[in-house]
C-alpha cells in the first residue's frame, strides 16, 4: 500500500461516523435529565456530547443553589435522581418573606396556606448534574461524550449532522441544551432576543446568627434584589443580583466587609452574616430565541430562553420543557422518528412551552423594573401594593401556589 493509501486509512480509522436517534448537545443540568427521561420513555438510541469535562467530587466548586418546584422535583423522581440528592443537598423550604428598602411593602406566604408542607426544595446545582451525569453513565441507549468541541452543523433532507475533529452524529433530530450562549442554535441559525440587565448575581454558602427559619428571604433594593435561600444544618445560599458596578465592589470587599453589607442589606433580619465559600459572580441576561425549533433542531431550557434568577424560575422552566419535549417525543417509534419529519411535533413543543416561558421573562422584567423605580411616590405605592396581598389570602395562596409550580 502506498504511504497516501497508509494515511487516507489511518484517518478512516480516527473518523468516528456514527448514527443516533437524538443527539443532545450539553450535558449540564438539563441536557443530562432529558437524556435519562427520554431513555425512558422512548427506544430511541441517545448521544450526548458535552463541552466540559465529566463533574466529580473533585470538580471546581460551584455555589449555586436551585430553588426547585413539584414538577422539576416529579421529574427528578421520575429518573430516580431526587433521593440520590440526600438531606444535606436537597432542603424543603416551607415560606417566603419578600420585603422592599424603599418602602414599608412586605409579603409573607407559606406553604401550610395551601396545605402542603413545603413551597420547594433548595437543591445543590453542582451536585444534581454531577448526579445526573452518573445516571448517564449507568443508562442503555445512552451514550456520553465529554470535553467535545462541535465546529460544525450540516442539515441533509430529514437529518441533521453535527461533528467535531474527531466525531461526527448524523440524527433526525438535535436538542440543544448548550446553555444561553447556545452554540447548536446560533448553527441552526435561529435568531434570539438578548438584554442583558447590566446586572450580575453574587452567589455564596453563608451561615446567620438568627435561624433561617426554613423561609426564602428576599429584600429588593434599588440596586437589584438579595435573596437567601435556606439550606440543611442551618446554612443559607445568597444570590445578590446588583448593578455591574456594584457588583463588581462587593466582590472586591474582603470578606468581613462583604459579611457586613451583607447583613446590612438583609436590614439585620438574620443578624451576622459569616461567609462560608468563595463569592462567585454571573452576569445576568434576559434572551430569548424567536422559535423553539427549525426543521431538526430542538431548544430547551438557557438555550430557548434564560431568565432574571429573582425568583428562581429558570431551570425551573427547563424542566417543563423536558416534560413536554419527552411526552411528545414518546408518542413515535424509532422507525417513525426516522421516517416522519419532525415539523408537526416540534410545533407542538414550541405552542405548549412559549407562552408560560415567555410570560415568566415578561414577569421578572416587569418586577425588576419596579423594584429598581426609585422614584418616593411610587416606592409607596409599591409598598401599598404588597401590603393589600399580604392582606388578601387568596392572593397569598396564588403566590404560594406560583412558587410551587402548581
Ligand atoms: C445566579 C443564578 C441563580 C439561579 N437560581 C435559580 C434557581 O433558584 N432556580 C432555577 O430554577 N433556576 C435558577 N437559575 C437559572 C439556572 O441556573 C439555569 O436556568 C439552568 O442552569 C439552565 O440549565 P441548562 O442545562 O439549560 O444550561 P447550562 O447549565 O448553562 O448547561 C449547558 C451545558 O452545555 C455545555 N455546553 C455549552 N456549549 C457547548 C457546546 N458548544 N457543545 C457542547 N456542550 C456545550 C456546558 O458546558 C454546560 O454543561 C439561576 C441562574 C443564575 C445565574
Excluded at 41 to 47: A, E, L, R, W, Y
Excluded at 139 to 147: G, K, L, W
Excluded at 210 to 228: I, K, M, N, Y
Aim: hydrophobic share 45%; glycine share 6%.
Amino acid at each position: 500500500m502506498s504511504q497516501q493509501a497508509d494515511i487516507m486509512q489511518a484517518d478512516i480509522v480516527q473518523a468516528d461516523i456514527v448514527q443516533a436517534d437524538i443527539v443532545i448537545v450539553g450535558a449540564g443540568t438539563l441536557g443530562a435529565a432529558l437524556a435519562l427521561r427520554l431513555a425512558q420513555v422512548t427506544d430511541f438510541s441517545i448521544k450526548v456530547i458535552e463541552r466540559g469535562p465529566a463533574l466529580d467530587e473533585a470538580s471546581d466548586p460551584n455555589q449555586r443553589v436551585f430553588a426547585l418546584g413539584q414538577c422539576a422535583a416529579t421529574l427528578l423522581e421520575q429518573i430516580g435522581v431526587f433521593k440520590l440528592l440526600g438531606s444535606e443537598s436537597c432542603h424543603p423550604y416551607q415560606s417566603m418573606c419578600v420585603w422592599d428598602a424603599g418602602s414599608a411593602g412586605q409579603l409573607n406566604f407559606s406553604a401550610s396556606e395551601i396545605e402542603q408542607t413545603q413551597l420547594g426544595w433548595m437543591v445543590d446545582a453542582q451536585k444534581l448534574t454531577r448526579l445526573l451525569q452518573q445516571e448517564l453513565a449507568k443508562t442503555a441507549r445512552i451514550s456520553v461524550v465529554y470535553e467535545h468541541e462541535l465546529t460544525e452543523f450540516k442539515r441533509a433532507a430529514d437529518t441533521a449532522k453535527v461533528s467535531s475533529q474527531t466525531l461526527s452524529v448524523t440524527t433526525p433530530l438535535a436538542i440543544a441544551a448548550d446553555g444561553a450562549n447556545s452554540w447548536l442554535r446560533r448553527a441552526a441559525k435561529i435568531f434570539s432576543n438578548r438584554m442583558p440587565y447590566g446586572q450580575a448575581g453574587i452567589v455564596a454558602r453563608i451561615c446567620t446568627s438568627e435561624p433561617h427559619q426554613h423561609c426564602a428571604w428576599q429584600r429588593f433594593l434599588d440596586t437589584g434584589p438579595v435573596a437567601v435561600l435556606p439550606l440543611a444544618n442551618g446554612d443559607s445560599s445568597i444570590v445578590w443580583s446588583a448593578d455591574q458596578h456594584y457588583a463588581d465592589q462587593l466582590m472586591a470587599l474582603c470578606e468581613t466587609d462583604f459579611e457586613i453589607a451583607l447583613s446590612k442589606a438583609l436590614d439585620q433580619r438574620l443578624g451576622a452574616v459569616k461567609l462560608k465559600t468563595q463569592r462567585q459572580c454571573f452576569p445576568l441576561v434576559s434572551q430569548s430565541a424567536s422559535r423553539y425549533y427549525q426543521a431538526n433542531v430542538a431548544l430547551i431550557g438557557d438555550a430557548a430562553h434564560s431568565i432574571h434568577p429573582l425568583a428562581g424560575q429558570g431551570a425551573n422552566l427547563g424542566f417543563k420543557d423536558i416534560e413536554l419535549l419527552a411526552a411528545l417525543l414518546s408518542e413515535h417509534s424509532t422507525e417513525q422518528l426516522r421516517q416522519r419529519s419532525m415539523l408537526a411535533l416540534l410545533q407542538r413543543y414550541q405552542r405548549g412551552r412559549e407562552k408560560d416561558n415567555r410570560q415568566t421573562d415578561l414577569l421578572m422584567t416587569a418586577l425588576y423594573q419596579t423594584y429598581k423605580a426609585n422614584n418616593p411616590l411610587w416606592a409607596s405605592l409599591r409598598g401599598l401594593g404588597m401590603s393589600l396581598v399580604d392582606n388578601t389570602p387568596v392572593l397569598r395562596e396564588l403566590l404560594a401556589r406560583q412558587a410551587m409550580g402548581l
